[in-house]
């Protein structure tokens, strides 16, 4: 059984354009929601697992991000490039020891963590909201319009990442999470070679991590799933941290990520 991470990475280079002018001056990941900043949820969430060190990512306003981080590194590339680039630069980290990677725009309970990083034998591990449903008729009129398709067989993933025709098609939904060991990063950062090899460097500046996945599934990877059952939110854009914000004035907000 693989060993329980004990370190993050957080992703958060983005500037977060749907933020409008919120976000001029500051990261996405530093917008205030329910009187902290996004990013604060989530290192509580994870010193409370036992989570203690953590690689921020940066880009846009990249500097501000060096009190809440372990250690600072900046994707240059932030503008051209997406999710799966600022990965590579974790690289190190990633084939040291079990990590937990998390999106900087998502607000992650000490609840869902501890489900996220529950004991698991497999190499990649990719924590799925199961109740996604009541958080996304929340954020939008139709949910199938941002949702992504996930199917699982006996917890295994066989396909994640596509845009769904039917609820039935969506078991799941990907958190912005994803653990692996040194050796699942190993087999990641093979395809990852291969994919830049084949397709050229634009194709992998392109590629964002439900991509990744897609294809990782594709190349025959063990990708299995962890269930999680709300305690997070992503905000993408001012009108989500509205809807966050209305619902936890409401109470009994299954994504409640306070606790």
Known sequence: MSSRPRQAVVLAAGRGSRMGASTDHRPKCLYPLAGEPILEWTLRGLRAQGVDRVLVIGGWCGDMLRPWATELRINAQWQT?????????????LQAEPTLIVYGDGAYGARALAMALAPSEHDLLVPVDTCWLELWRRRFDDPLQDAETLQLREGRILSIGQRPQALQ????????MLRTTPQGWEFMARHLERTEAVSGRAALDRLDMTGLLSRLVQDGAALHAAEVAGGWVEVDSISDAAAVEKALAEGAFSHDFRD
């Open 81 to 93: 490039t997406n999710m799966v680039r600022s990965l590579m630069l974790a690289s190190d980290w």
């Open 169 to 176: 098609e969506v078991q799941g939904q990907f958190m912005g």
